[in-house]
């Protein structure tokens, strides 16, 4: 823990290394902080919101970009490639050069990671098999809140003080594990109602399924004791499965969010640990030896030590990744209520920012259907990007025209088969009226010609470099240079890949369905405008209609209603110039939009939480997710509660090398308790939490 990353860096400066592999590219950005700035001088958007939310952040710079395509069926490559991009693009670069080039790798303090693998593993159906172990007690049938076919109901109960009401009865599970193995299950989630407040029944389960240690369970002491001291360690899988524990992973008392939470940390762990394992090997071979950290869902980054107990915290990390990009490209963003999009080749995320801070859904994420307990940004994503395919219905005026949700590969712009929203925007685009090209003020017949057929053939890096007056003498003597200088812009700005691709995939579809190809392409472009204003409009709505609430500044509002837009992402240029009619509001693009993401994933600060209970009737205090159990004196206060969650939260993140995070009590609460025998005491509940922000802003 002790160990100094970075420490070949040029004196005074730290090098952060942001990752982000996301559904259609892998990027990665190298950025430097500025011989001047500080990281004790890093602050969350929470508390800069009092006062200039700019003043209190260091400065950093973007040395090196690099974009990939990522490999779905092997994200450590598409990360093994991104590295290798960026070590080029920093030989290539002279300021970077001048620095050491590829070397400075060598130099990185801290690597952060987004990355889509947990996610696409549910969508696709390529997570483990998981069966769920649950006891709940008198009350309810569990199953009724139970995910999956493999299903068993352990008899026992906890009552909501944690005191056991029926001992907890394993004889049937071990035979039920050998039938689950045979059916393919390779984890398995242990959840028990009430044990938060004490974790011993889903402890005693998870012993049971393991082999190794079934044995040694059955003579040990029965932990289920109402005051037992335990601070049980982490289980150890079995030779079959991987096992979750629920009360690990919140401390929250709802068993069907309970549940469902570690259904999905169980599918994804295996998968997600090797995934690691991949990437650290990845980061070695590019000479990278700096802490790892993951994004997480809600604006924050986790040690990876912590991210493999809890792989569900970073399951949609996407839209966590594109708010910090933006907030750190963007100090005008963190004014007021803004919506940010991001664009991507698969699907368009967003979320709402106010004065700086993102969101939360404080009811927790939801999973295929399902509320979990996974604190998560408010965020809504659609599937409509630059690659979502464009389809048709009908013929002729009456075809109805659809973008998204599938996707069968890249824009026929970038070697694909079938024609997309990128197409369809290069279609628009190149049109005479939507170009520019072809006014006689500008330019005569023969030139128009010359310069459409550059345009068909792709080229538009060459004809954007004419126009802007590299090659003046083979354009129109009275061209300006400043309307060259904005035809350029215009060209470099709205088209992308091989223009002719797109049009020649977009006039064989309007062939097919009896549209000239401008009408088609502005049918597709018109309706993924449609898509994205409707979810913008739902976010917003969803927002004011539920109890979220930002760690600064949404209390005071009476409707988050954004005012503004940020546009990241790929094709966000593409897109740009459509969205303020359809939005209604101004729309603009953050410099280095195309690595957002990555920039956000390099800047997002650790976050983690504790949540800690104590009664003082029993005289014993519980932080459920570190396994802990210690006394407690009688007349124990919520202040000195809150300090004890502190000390926790603080050691809990020293041991996983994130010291020095800001930590905040977020939650407390104290209730007045009367036993059988008339006795009073105090149930209390502390949660404690390393607020997410930002390291720093991005300048120049």
Known sequence: MNQKYGANAPAGQVFLLGIDAGGTHTDAVLLVQCPDASE?????????????????????????????????????????????????????????????????????????????????????????????????????????????????VVPGGLDHRGTEVSPLD??????????????????????????????????????????????????????????????????????????????????????????????????????????LDAVESALAESGVRAAVRLLKADG?????????????????????????????????????????????????????????????????????????????????????GGDSLVSVDGHGAAASVRVGPLRQGPAMAFGGTSPTLLDALNTLHSAPHASGLGTGAVMGDAQTSSLAQELHDGRTDELAGKVAGKAAGELATDMSPGMAGNMADELAGTLAGNVGASLSGMEALARQCGLEPCVLARKAVDNALDQIRRAADALAEAVNARPIYTLAGLRALEEARPVRAWLVGGPAACMGPHLPAALGMPVDCPPHTAVANAVGAALTLPTDAVEVYADTGSGLLRAPALDLTERVRKGCSLDALGERARELLLQRLEQAGAEGAAVEITEAESFATLDDNGFGSRDMRVVCQAVPGLAGLVSG
Not at 115 to 126: C, G, I, M, R
Not at 237 to 258: E, W
Request: charged share 20%; proline share 6%; aromatic share 2%.
């Open 300 to 384: 924050g980054a986790v040690p990876l030590s912590l991210s493999r107990r809890e792989p569900v915290q970073s399951v949609l990390s996407g839209p966590a990744a594109s708010v910090m990009g933006v907030l750190a490209l963007c100090p005008a963003a963190r004014e007021g209520c803004a919506l940010l999009l991001d664009i991507g080749g698969t699907t368009t995320d967003m979320a709402l920012a106010v004065d700086g801070s993102p969101v939360v859904d404080r009811e927790g994420m939801i999973l295929q259907g399902r509320r979990t307990l996974v604190r998560a940004l408010a965020s809504v994503s659609i599937g409509v």
């Open 40 to 152: 004790d001088h890093a602050a969350s958007p929470s508390s800069q919101a009092k006062a200039d939310p700019t003043a209190r952040l260091p400065r950093v710079r973007l040395l090196a970009a690099a974009k990939t395509r990522t490999k779905h069926d092997d994200l450590p490559a598409s990360v093994r490639e991104v590295l290798h991009a960026l070590a080029r693009a920093l030989d290539d670069d002279a300021a970077a050069r001048a620095l050491g080039g590829a070397s400075l790798l060598g130099c990185v303090s801290r690597v952060t990671l987004g990355a889509t693998l947990a996610v696409n593993a549910l969508v696709q159906d390529k997570a483990d098999v998981v069966a769920l172990a649950l006891s709940a007690g008198p009350g309810l049938d569990p199953r009724r809140f139970a995910l999956g076919r493999h299903v068993y």
């Open 170 to 275: 394993v004889s049937g599970l071990e035979a039920q594990a050998a039938r689950w193995s045979a059916e393919g299950v390779t984890a398995v989630a242990c959840v028990g109602k009430f044990s938060p407040r004490n974790p011993a029944h889903e402890q005693r389960m998870a012993q049971a399924l393991s082999r190794e240690s079934a044995a040694s369970a059955t003579n040990s002491p029965n932990v289920a004791s109402n005051d037992a001291l335990t601070e049980a360690p982490d289980v150890t899988p079995g030779a079959s499965f991987s096992v979750t524990l629920g009360h690990k992973l919140s401390g929250r008392l709802n068993f069907p969010r309970r549940i469902a939470t570690a259904y999905f940390n169980a599918a994804v762990q295996r998968l997600h640990s090797n995934f």
